[in-house]
C-alpha cells in the first residue's frame, strides 16, 4: 500500500528535503505521460501511484501545473510527471490559462526518461491522430523513448476499431517492426467493456525480453492482440536503425501518427484495467541511478496544493462552462482538531452574484456536494478524518 500524504506541510517540506533512502543498487525512471487536455494523464497517475493526489474533472484543464508523483518498489523508483495537457496559446487565454501551462509539459520532457503518449479512444473526432502539439513535443525530443498508451478501451463498443487506431496512431510501424493486422478477432458487441486485446501480454516473469510486451508470446499477440511484429521484437531499443526515417519538427504537419513508439498498450484508467500491466513494465525499464526522493514521498506537491487541486477538481465538475476557471480560492484554516481530524476552511471568491448562486445552488447543494465529495477524497489521500468548510464570497 503507498505512503498517505502528510498533513503537515512542515513534515512534507522535511520529507521532500531528506536524503534518499535508497538501497545499494537502486534504479530509477522518470516518465512525462503526455496528451491533448482531457485524455485521462491524471486518472492515470493516480492509479499507478495506489492513491488520489492530482486533480481529475471531464473539464479540460483541471491540471494547472506540473506536479510529481513518486512510486518507490523494492529497489526502483518511478517519478512521474503529470504534466497539463498540450495546449496553444489561444486556448490558453480562453481558459484563463498561465504561460507555465504551455512551458511546463515541454519542460517535463527535458527531464524524462521515458514518455508515456495518451490517446482517449473513446473520441471518435481525435482518435486517429495524434494531435498537433503532440508531434510536436515528440519530434522535439526523437531521442527518450516513447510509449502509446490507448486509454478509455472500456468505452469502445466495437474493439475492432482498436487496431485501426493503433495502425493511424504508429504509422502501421512499433519499435523499428511493421505491424501486421491479423483477422482472428471476432466482433462481438455483447462482449463485456474489457478490451479483448492483451497486446501487453506476458508477465514479466515470462518476458525472455525485458520490456517487450507487445507481440512477445506469438499465441497470445494472434489470439488476444490481433496486432503482431512482422518479425520478433529483438529487445527495447528505439528500433529506429531499421525503423522509418527520422521525422524532424517541420515533418509534424504532414503526419498522424508516431512510428518511433516503442509498445503499445490498452487499457482503461478510471477502473483500473491492464495498469498494473503498464506499471510492471515501467518497473522494468528503470535503469541504475540515485533516487530523488526519501520511500515516504508520494508527492512533491504541499498537503494545501493537493487539498486546492481537489477542490478545484470538483468545481470543474459541477459548474458549466468557464464558470470554474474565474474561481478564486483563499485557504482560511488548516489545524489539526482535538481528535486528530484535519479541520479545513477555504473561501471560493466568484467574480458575481450570478455565479455565486450557481455554486452555493438551491439550498446549499451544490457547494455541500462539493465539500463532502472533496473531503471523502481528501481522507483518501491523508488516512485521516476531514471536516471540510467552504464559504462563497464575490470578489470585492
Known amino acids: 500500500h503507498p505512503p498517505p500524504v502528510t ?10 528535503e531528506n536524503r534518499p533512502d535508497q538501497p545499494p ?3 530509477v525512471l522518470r ?7 482531457n485524455a485521462g494523464k491524471s486518472t492515470l497517475s493516480n492509479q ?10 471531464r473539464k479540460v484543464h483541471t491540471t494547472r501545473c506540473k506536479a510529481r508523483g513518486v512510486i518507490t518498489h523494492q529497489d526502483t523508483q518511478l517519478i512521474i510527471l503529470d504534466t497539463p495537457g498540450l495546449t496553444n496559446h489561444l486556448k490558453a487565454k480562453r481558459h484563463n490559462l498561465d504561460e507555465a501551462m504551455l512551458t511546463d509539459p515541454w519542460d517535463s520532457m527535458k527531464h524524462a526518461d521515458l514518455v508515456l503518449v495518451l490517446v482517449d479512444v473513446s473520441d471518435h473526432w481525435t482518435r486517429n491522430s495524434l494531435s498537433k502539439e503532440v508531434l510536436k513535443c515528440l519530434s ?6 516513447s510509449v502509446l498508451v490507448l486509454n478509455k478501451v ?7 476499431l482498436l487496431l485501426e487506431i493503433a495502425t493511424d496512431l504508429t504509422e502501421g ?3 523499428g517492426k511493421k505491424l501486421e493486422v491479423k483477422s482472428t478477432l471476432k466482433e462481438d458487441s455483447s462482449s463485456s467493456a474489457k478490451s479483448p486485446f492483451h497486446i501487453t501480454g506476458a508477465s514479466p516473469s515470462e518476458s525472455k525480453v525485458p520490456g517487450s510486451p507487445l507481440g512477445q508470446e506469438k499465441n497470445q499477440a494472434q489470439e488476444g492482440s490481433g496486432l503482431d511484429k512482422s518479425s520478433d521484437v529483438g529487445g527495447a531499443g528505439t528500433g ?4 522509418p526515417k527520422h521525422h524532424g519538427p517541420e515533418d509534424v504537419k504532414y503526419i498522424k501518427g508516431w512510428p518511433h513508439f516503442q509498445e503499445i498498450f490498452m487499457l482503461a484508467a478510471l477502473r483500473g484495467e491492464e495498469v498494473d500491466t503498464l506499471k510492471r513494465y515501467l518497473l522494468m525499464q528503470a535503469k541504475p541511478g540515485p533516487w530523488e526522493f526519501h520511500s515516504d514521498v508520494l508527492t512533491s506537491q504541499s498537503p494545501q496544493e493537493i487539498c486546492d487541486n481537489i477542490i478545484r477538481e470538483k468545481i470543474l465538475e459541477y459548474l458549466p462552462l468557464e464558470v470554474p476557471y474565474g474561481v478564486t480560492q483563499v485557504m482560511e484554516m488548516w489545524e489539526e482538531g482535538e481528535c486528530g481530524e484535519l479541520l479545513i476552511t477555504q473561501s471560493l471568491l466568484v467574480p458575481r452574484e450570478s455565479h455565486k448562486r450557481m455554486l452555493i445552488g438551491r439550498g446549499g447543494k451544490v457547494i455541500s456536494r462539493i465539500a463532502r465529495e472533496a473531503g471523502q477524497d481528501l481522507m483518501n489521500t491523508f488516512l485521516c478524518d476531514v471536516r471540510l468548510k467552504l464559504k462563497v464570497e464575490v470578489k470585492s
Open 31 to 37: 516518465i512525462a505521460i503526455i496528451g491533448a487536455p
Open 140 to 145: 522535439q525530443f526523437p531521442h527518450i523513448p
Open 154 to 160: 472500456d468505452m469502445l463498443k466495437k474493439k475492432f
Open 173 to 175: 510501424v512499433v519499435n
Open 48 to 57: 499507478l501511484l495506489g492513491r488520489k493526489v492530482f486533480p481529475v474533472s
Open 240 to 243: 529506429e536503425a531499421q525503423g
Open 25 to 27: 543498487h537502486a534504479k
Open 7 to 16: 498533513t503537515d506541510k512542515e513534515e512534507q517540506k522535511r520529507l521532500l
